[in-house]
């Protein structure tokens, strides 16, 4: 079988170079072009990934037309999601877009038909929904070792979208101070702010664990920092029928989790009608605790196959075998989870409890 040809375009979003090393890491996938406005912004992708200079664009229609991916890597600012999905749709090529889904569910939904119209897949990158410990956790809930999930308690973040680039390569204070009044994540226009950057990791998993119900109302509360237009912490409480589930984001954490977790952890706590399951980011095991063992137990996360380890083999393999995509990477979970997300938006403006959108 032919490989699968991948291009890569616009790199607003740092997540491009973790998402080309999984092309270039997968047995029947390649780079076929690379393609941003900016072209130093590639400099790095195009060293790592030994991407030759004919296959590197700053004109996406060029790149689109001269190179006819079967795929597209979409990473820009949250708010033109909408704007690059459009524009890419009509190629007739499948379509990755990095997290989060976009900006507004108005958005999400407009993506969701300009991808519809052409027949191709539309794949909503969570980078958490490959972690083993998330993945476990939700065999485990399928096995029904804690019953009916209750409650959902996420907290997530990092130091901040400024300290770290590809491959989690550490900045310096001085290169955040540099970066930040120019940053994208850091203009209200571009969908910037902490909110949008994690919430819908914590809607959109806690929306797959607790298999696609939804809350019936949103209150959420944003810090609101000096000289800043975004927010750096966001607090989220969702009253389901079962009860009342929490998410909070915080660029600002003590440490990076993958480096060591921060104090409190970045993760899932879910209360369920039989137990309850810490599912902490990277974590080698989860506890689980139960009325056989009250006192918790840990245990070891699975081994996942190719396809369920990052969302090019995911893409792939539905692809090749013919079958949808499912789970938190899905357009119909991740919009329950941009539904969420467009409501604590609402309610932080207005500083009021909202009743979920449709």
Same mark, same amino acid.
Request: aromatic share 4%; proline share 7%; with cysteine.
């Given at each position: 079988?032919?490989?699968?040809?991948?291009?890569?375009? /616009?790199?607003?979003?740092?997540?491009?170079?973790? /998402?080309?090393?999984?092309?270039?890491?997968?047995?029947?996938?390649?780079?076929?072009?690379?393609?941003? #406005?900016?072209?130093?912004?590639?400099?790095?992708?195009?060293?790592?990934f030994r991407v030759p200079a004919e296959c590197v664009y700053t004109d996406y229609v060029r790149c689109l037309r001269e190179t006819t991916p079967d795929i597209v890597l979409l990473c820009p600012a949250t708010a033109q999601h909408g704007e690059w999905t459009r524009k890419v749709a009509p190629f007739g090529t499948h379509l990755i877009v990095e997290k989060p889904f976009a900006a507004s569910l108005a958005e999400a939904d407009a993506m969701f038909e300009a991808m519809t119209a052409t027949g191709k897949q539309l794949l909503i990158n969570w980078p958490l929904a490959w972690v083993p410990s998330h993945r476990t956790t939700k065999r485990l809930l399928a096995e029904g070792t804690i019953g009916q999930v209750l409650e959902v308690h996420y907290y997530d973040g990092n130091r901040g979208p400024l300290w770290h680039t590809a491959d989690k390569k550490v900045c310096t204070a001085q290169d955040v101070q540099r970066e930040k009044p120019d940053s994208w994540f850091y203009k209200q226009s571009r969908g910037g702010g902490s909110l949008l950057d994690y919430l819908g990791y914590g809607t959109t998993l806690g929306t797959w664990f607790l298999e696609g119900r939804k809350p019936l109302e949103v209150t959420c509360t944003v810090d609101l920092p000096a000289g800043l237009e975004v927010d750096e912490h966001s607090l989220t409480v969702a009253r389901y029928e079962t009860g009342l589930s929490k998410f909070e984001t915080r660029w600002g954490t003590f440490t990076d989790p993958w480096t060591a977790q921060p104090q409190p952890r970045c993760g899932f706590i879910l209360v369920g009608s039989g137990g309850t399951i810490a599912s902490w980011d990277?974590? %080698?095991?989860?506890?689980? &605790?139960?009325? &056989?063992?009250?006192?918790?137990?840990?245990?070891? =996360?699975?081994?996942? %196959?190719?396809?369920?380890? /990052?969302?090019?083999?995911?893409?792939?393999?539905?692809? #090749?075998?013919?079958?949808?995509? =499912?789970?938190? =990477? *899905?357009? &119909?979970? *991740?919009?329950?989870?941009?539904?969420? @997300?467009? *409501?604590? =938006?609402? *309610?932080?403006?207005?500083?009021?409890? @909202?009743?979920?959108g449709r």
């Open positions: 079988m032919a490989p699968w040809k991948i291009a890569g375009i /616009n790199f607003d979003h740092l997540h491009m170079g973790d /998402n080309l090393r999984a092309v270039a890491e997968h047995p029947n996938a390649e780079i076929v072009g690379l393609c941003d #406005e900016r072209p130093e912004r590639m400099r790095e992708a195009i060293a790592n990277y974590a %080698s095991t989860v506890c689980l &605790q139960t009325g &056989q063992h009250p006192a918790g137990r840990e245990i070891p =996360v699975d081994k996942f %196959s190719l396809a369920e380890q /990052n969302p090019i083999a995911h893409l792939i393999d539905c692809l #090749e075998r013919e079958v949808p995509i =499912v789970g938190p =990477v *899905s357009t &119909q979970i *991740s919009r329950i989870g941009q539904q969420i @997300v467009d *409501s604590a =938006v609402l *309610s932080a403006r207005e500083k009021r409890t @909202v009743s979920l």
